[in-house]
């Protein structure tokens, strides 16, 4: 069995085979923290994440970088408009660093919740400014460069092949450039395409990050961020990079052409994974616009942050997924099931299997299938489907059947262990027979008023760490 995955470059699906043996060099665009993340983007992250996870479980040591924008990116891909971090401080008046600081913690709280893995590496881009002006300089001692109205500009035409991730038609590009260029030209740029790599005169006068440079005071754009970064973490070629197919056409398409023409080597990276947007009924979601989805909006509506993970792992990444809460109520009754499944089974094997259990016959076969789904192209709707023959098989062994389950979990990340736990949790089935019959007992003598048998029993159970709780449809208990 090989990993195949869907290279944007080329178009194509591929076998996965990384530059070294036996260890992945991967980056995926983190979030510029100007905001919350929006639930279109933690669909970015969940992607990622099983990208990883699965190349752990194919044996790789996987090194996974992901960089926090905190300084120079434009609310246009292609250096226009406002700044977005500027603006957020603006709007609510605080500093650019505190703003950058809050929406950070905000972001790894969301992903800690829907169990994205953090990544190995998670870099500033206010903290490499340094590796971004030494990797400038190469650019423009190669001789890909201009200086125009006090900016440094990546020329494109020094670089053929610019636009060959997102096909870009050479001839039209001239003419017409990127779709932002008709709203807000540049004068300064030879060409509509060409793109800024350091900033001096700055629109924005009020800018709040500024750095010495040799093309004067200012800040580096957007894309020189990811190039330097990714160079500095994975090397001058690496095996995987990922982001959404918002940035195939501008911000990865200048990543290699600024990568590839300070290092001389192509391809700079090897495999490019980008996955389809998550929509809502009003289309595209967006933080700019201002109205989006949070993962808290979901969890404040009654929802678990794995509930999200479910629906999203529903849907290929390569698919665009329209949001709906009617989809989301599916996702956490299926879940629902999968933790009822999971329980019943962990009750019937008695003790939890570990994870060197070796499987053999009709569990060891579901394994296979699911690993097959996942080997092409991460296709997580099927290896869902076979996660759910395999708990449906009345004919196969209930440890085996939960061995088998838990080593999917390691892919899919839906925490099906501490589901399982939390049935072993409540005891043996002896203890849970004993702890039933005294609260029997404690109802009888309510019945009978007498009250201090009833609290006797209560506290008895209380100091062994079991709290009861009285509601309208009787007696429950959990531990404490
Ligand atoms: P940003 O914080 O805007 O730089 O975006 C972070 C990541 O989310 C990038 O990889 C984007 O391509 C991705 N992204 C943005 N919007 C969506 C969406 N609606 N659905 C899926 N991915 C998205
Ligand atoms: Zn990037």
């Not at 929406?103 to 400014?129: G, Q």
């Not at 001692?141 to 997102?166: R, V």
């Amino acid at each position: 069995m090989a990993l195949t995955l869907y290279n944007t470059l080329g178009r194509k699906l591929q076998v996965f085979e990384p530059v070294n043996a036996k260890e992945v060099g991967f980056y995926g665009c983190g979030p510029t923290v100007y905001n919350y993340a929006h639930i279109g983007n933690l669909r970015a992250y969940v992607t990622h994440d099983i990208l990883v996870r699965t190349l752990r479980e194919r044996g790789y040591k996987v090194t996974h970088v992901m960089n926090i924008t905190d300084v120079g990116h434009l609310s246009g891909d292609n250096d226009d408009g406002d700044d977005k971090m500027v603006k957020s401080a603006e709007e609510r008046g605080k500093s650019v660093l505190e703003i950058a600081d809050f929406y950070t913690k905000a972001f790894f709280n969301d992903t800690r919740r829907m169990n994205i893995l953090r990544p190995t590496v998670v870099c500033k881009a206010t903290e490499h400014v340094g590796e971004m002006i030494a990797l400038i300089k190469r650019i423009e001692a190669n001789g890909f460069t201009y200086q125009s109205g006090g900016n440094l500009y990546f020329d494109i035409t020094k670089f053929p092949a610019y636009g060959e991730l997102a096909l870009l038609n050479l001839d039209e590009r001239k003419v017409s450039g990127p779709e932002v260029r008709r709203t807000e030209a540049d004068e300064n740029k030879r060409n509509p395409y060409d793109f800024v790599l350091w900033f001096t005169k700055s629109k924005f006068e009020n800018q709040a990050l500024v750095w010495d440079s040799p093309w004067g005071r200012g800040y580096p754009g957007w894309h020189i961020e990811c190039s330097a970064m990714s160079i500095k973490y994975l090397g001058d070629q690496f095996d995987i990079h990922a982001g959404g197919i918002d940035h195939i056409s501008i911000h990865h398409s200048n990543e290699i052409a600024q990568s590839e023409a300070a290092t001389g080597k192509h391809p700079w990276v090897k495999y490019w994974v980008h996955n389809e947007f998550l929509i809502q009924d009003k289309g595209k979601m967006s933080k700019s616009a201002g109205t989006f989805l949070t993962l808290q909006t979901l969890i404040d509506a009654g929802y678990h942050a794995l509930d999200y993970r479910y629906f999203l792992l529903g849907a290929h990444y390569r698919s665009q997924v329209q949001f709906s809460y009617e989809a989301l109520d599916g996702a956490r009754n299926a879940r629902k099931s999968l933790g009822d499944r999971i329980r019943a089974l962990a009750e019937k094997a008695g003790a939890l299997p570990g994870d060197t259990v070796n499987l053999t016959g009709k569990a060891a076969g579901y394994l296979e299938a699911f690993n097959k789904a996942m080997d092409e192209d991460l296709n997580t709707p099927r290896a869902l489907a076979e996660l759910w023959g395999l708990l449906r098989d009345q004919t196969i062994e209930s440890a085996d059947a939960l061995a088998a389950a838990f080593v999917m979990d390691h892919i899919l990340g839906l925490n099906l262990a501490a589901e399982a736990q939390r049935e072993e949790n409540r005891g043996t089935p002896e203890e849970r027979a004993e702890i039933e019959a005294l609260i029997a007992e404690r109802t009888e003598a309510k019945k009978a008023k007498d009250f201090a048998t009833a609290d006797r029993i209560r506290n008895t159970l209380k100091e062994r760490g079991i709290l009861l709780e009285d509601s309208p449809k009787g007696v429950t208990w959990r531990r404490i």
